[in-house]
């Protein structure tokens, strides 16, 4: 953790924190609608939903005590963290049973509740305990970040190949989310397997600032979709139509990969290399 | 920089991308060789909730022939023409299907279907022509003449709604008159969901309307020999085979539609099951009906693909003095009834006298069951739930005549 008083654009764990609980933020509205196309028919629907909200409010009580009371800060992370590990194992768990632990095919695969989704909390969970245990100034802590936000993107792909299976690949352009996230995927692993410079790291950014566009693109192709779904209210085409959210995830990731490499720009400033093993 | 890293990413980059376009690839065409996204959708996501809600519903469609050849639950249940929308989680959907959806693209078979006493002449059987359109009257009435134009039945005013509606409108509303224009419900055969040509050929299928006192053709057929061999050898039949391509291999045991409707050995497939039928069996004097030559000959041309010419032609001369002489015995009994009438004895509507049941028991059930039973092989249906009551009541009858002969004389001296 940086000094007191250090540069908050060095604090990269701060960054971290805030990027946890804005994503906390964002999975209220984003599960509130997601579990809404099912009226909430079971009760466990309703746990992420509360899970989302007392995490966040959580996060805006202990973030600001990082530094002040750093045990509480810490240990409440540590709950928050493995709480969110357990809600989102769960969650796939429930999302299978919805449809493929009745049938095991691709199809029911396919159209079953998204099953990578839930893992959004598993991954938040791993990132606040990360942030505790590992220090932010070291290497290593850069690395965990990235893998992290490698695993996101292995979520993205997953999540953009079996949602848009759902249509058939009907329209050309939905390929382009599987091929962005394989993209990211293929360049965010390479730093695990071998060593890399600093120009790959700049290559990276820019793939990552690629993801980020196909994000945003994604966003207003979801949206003009939605306008032209039929159903009677707005909100009823919100429900059934394509999720809105979901695009966003590839700006959110690329964000967090950014705050791993900044990371090691920060701290390095020179040609990045693998910690030894 | 170093190539090798890029290199790396980028073939890991391909890989997955590679491996999720053979995945794709590996989806059935059924699914995904759709007119629209929409379509390929209602493929898979109709079934996500509805597995939940209603299994059996989704597990019918899923072993339907519907469902092999990539008609999904979209392609039904989109609105037809002239049908309510409901929007239902980003499909629009029709949720009352009607023949207008399975016409869309089963046209010729909905026309012969409209040709036939099942539509239009069915549902005017009970609640009259009031409720048809001019135009469905002025069409059935081409096909079966005097099926349509004709006032309700007077059972409907006297039994009530509740008795029209959960009794006589179940098995009559296969030719209703639907808000979209068309007539009939296709599913009240090949049952919803399933859409099967075997469920539809099963006898019990016929059976759940043409059963009872009125008309007790499922009934006779198991009686018959062909309803006995049935039952013995229904696990070896081929109930699924195409309509168009059913043999004596298929079915060497006939059931209702074998016989009445099905194309076996390359005879012409028909959904009007009149189109064979020599003579009107139900009403109370049977006469020949209009097209009974070529009628007779059409169904003489199916039971010759299992029996022999002299055996046809003796059950069919068999049959025809059955009809005679239930017309002798009917006509009978209706002259009494008629002069009762004639010299103010019996008055007042229909269904008001004790004697008026048993007249119309007379003819509508023993009168139909011996002429059904004599052309369907019901020996037992023919004397003793036929002839035998059809004795009784006609005695009855007269007795009954006489003696409100003898209390009408009385009242007058």
Redo the contacts between chains.
């Keep these: 953790m940086p000094a007191n008083g250090a540069d908050w654009r060095s604090d990269h764990q701060l960054w971290v924190e805030v990027f946890v609980l804005l994503n906390f933020a964002g999975l209220i509205g984003d599960i509130a609608l997601a579990h809404s196309t099912n009226h909430f028919r079971r009760t466990s629907e309703y746990v992420p939903l509360y899970f989302s909200i007392g995490a966040t409010l959580t996060l805006v009580a202990i973030v600001p005590l990082r530094r002040r009371y750093a045990a509480v800060w810490r240990d409440v992370g540590y709950l928050l963290g493995w709480a969110g590990i357990g809600v989102g194992l769960v969650g796939v768990m429930l999302h299978l049973d919805s449809r493929f632990f009745f049938e095991r095919t691709i199809e029911s695969l396919t159209y079953a509740a998204p099953f990578a989704a839930p893992l959004a909390y598993t991954g938040l969970g791993l990132l606040l305990i990360a942030n505790r245990m590992v220090d932010s100034q070291s290497p290593e802590w850069a690395y965990w970040i990235l893998l992290l936000a490698l695993g996101g993107f292995v979520g993205n792909f997953v999540f953009s190949l079996t949602d848009h299976a759902q249509n058939g690949f009907f329209h050309p352009i939905e390929w382009v989310p599987v091929v962005s996230s394989g993209l990211a995927i293929g360049f965010l692993l390479v730093p695990f397997v071998v060593r890399v410079g600093s120009g790959y790291w700049r290559v990276v950014a820019i793939v990552l600032g690629l993801q980020a566009v196909v994000g945003l693109i994604g966003f207003g192709v979801h949206a003009a979709a939605i306008l032209r779904q039929p159903g009677a209210t707005l909100l009823e085409r919100v429900l059934s139509g394509a999720p809105p959210m979901a695009p966003l995830l590839f700006p959110n990731l690329a964000v967090l990969a950014l705050i791993a490499l900044s990371g090691m720009v920060f701290d390095y400033k020179s040609d990045l290399r693998i910690p030894k093993r | ?2 190539f ?3 290199f ?7 890989a ?2 590679l491996s ?1 376009f053979l ?2 690839r ?3 065409a059924v ?4 007119r ?2 929409e379509f ?2 209602a ?3 109709c ?3 509805h ?2 809600q209603q299994y059996s519903v989704v597990h019918e469609y899923e072993i339907s022939a519907h469902a092999r050849k990539g008609v999904n639950c979209l392609d039904c249940h989109q609105p037809a023409d002239r049908q309510q929308r409901k ?1 239902h ?4 959907l029709s949720t009352k299907l009607t023949a207008g959806n399975c016409r869309s693209c089963h046209e010729p078979i909905y026309q012969e279907f409209l040709r036939s006493r099942h539509a239009a002449p069915s549902w005017a059987a009970v609640f009259g022509e009031k409720s048809l359109r001019p135009e469905q009257i002025e069409f059935s009435e081409r096909y079966q003449p005097g099926g349509t134009r004709r006032p309700a039945h007077p059972l409907t005013t006297i039994e009530g709604p509740s008795a029209t509606t959960s009794g006589c409108g179940q098995c009559h509303s296969v030719g209703r008159p639907n808000e979209d224009g068309t007539i009939g419900t296709c599913t009240a055969c090949h049952t919803r969901h399933t859409s099967s040509v075997a469920i539809a050929r099963l006898p019990t299928t016929c059976g759940q309307c043409h059963l009872g006192p009125d008309h007790s053709q499922l009934e006779i057929y198991e009686e018959s020999k062909h309803g006995i061999m049935f039952h013995a050898q229904q696990h070896m039949l081929n109930l699924n085979a195409a309509p168009k391509e059913l043999t004596t291999r298929d079915m060497f045991v006939p059931t209702c539609a074998t016989c009445h409707m099905s194309g076996i050995n390359g005879q012409k497939v028909t959904h009007d099951p009149s189109e064979r039928l020599s003579y009107y069996l139900a009403d109370p004097i049977t006469k020949a009906r209009p097209n009974r030559e070529r009628a007779q000959a059409a169904m003489k041309q199916v039971c010759v693909q299992c029996h022999t010419t002299p055996l046809i032609e003796r059950v069919y001369a068999d049959a025809e003095r059955v009809v005679a002489s239930t017309n002798d015995k009917v006509q009978a009994a209706s002259e009494v009834m008629a002069a009762l009438r004639k010299d103010g004895i019996l008055t007042g509507p229909p269904f008001t006298h004790p004697l008026d049941f048993v007249y119309f028991d007379l003819w509508h059930y023993d009168g139909r069951t011996s002429k059904h039973g004599a052309f369907m092989g019901g020996a037992d249906f023919v004397q003793w739930h036929g002839n035998y009551p059809m004795l009784a009541r006609s005695v009855e009858l007269k007795f009954q005549a006489e003696e409100l002969r003898r209390q009408h004389a009385g009242q007058r001296r």
């Design positions: 920089m170093s090798r890293p890029v790396i990413a980028v073939v890991i980059a391909f997955l991308i999720a995945i794709n590996a989806r059935p699914e995904t060789g759709q629209s996204a390929v959708r493929a898979g996501k079934a996500e909730c597995t939940q929007e989680h980003g499909f629009s």
